[in-house]
C-alpha cells in the first residue's frame, strides 16, 4: 500500500529535513512542507526527495515513519 509523504522545507537541528506521513503529530504547517507524493516506505520517500532536490540531508520523521514501516504499511 502506498502512502502520502512530504517534508518539512525547514531543516531540524541536526541540519536535516524530516520526512513525514499523514496525520503524524509532529508534522509541520502546511505552508513548510514540500510534497514527495506516494510513495511504498519512508526511506523510499527519502530517496525521492534526494533525487529530486539534489540534497542528501534528509531523514524519516522517529513519529511517524517508524510506526507505519513496523507495521508492514
Same mark, same amino acid.
Given at each position: 500500500?502506498?502512502?502520502?509523504?512530504?517534508?518539512?522545507?525547514?531543516?531540524?537541528?541536526?541540519?536535516?529535513?524530516?520526512?513525514?506521513?499523514?496525520?503524524?503529530? =509532529?508534522?509541520? %504547517? @502546511?505552508?513548510?512542507?514540500?510534497?514527495?507524493?506516494?510513495?511504498?516506505? *519512508?526511506?523510499?520517500? +527519502? =530517496?525521492?526527495? %534526494? @533525487?529530486?532536490?539534489?540534497?542528501?540531508?534528509?531523514?524519516?520523521?522517529? *513519529?511517524?515513519?517508524? +510506526?507505519?514501516?513496523?507495521?508492514?504499511?
Amino acid at each position: 500500500m502506498l502512502t502520502y509523504y512530504f517534508y518539512n522545507q525547514n531543516i531540524n537541528a541536526e541540519g536535516n529535513h524530516q520526512v513525514h506521513a499523514p496525520d503524524c503529530s =509532529r508534522s509541520p %504547517e @502546511a505552508e513548510d512542507t514540500i510534497a514527495l507524493g506516494m510513495h511504498a516506505n *519512508c526511506e523510499e520517500a +527519502i =530517496r525521492y526527495a %534526494e @533525487a529530486f532536490t539534489g540534497k542528501t540531508n534528509f531523514d524519516s520523521c522517529t *513519529c511517524c515513519c517508524v +510506526i507505519l514501516e513496523k507495521s508492514g504499511v
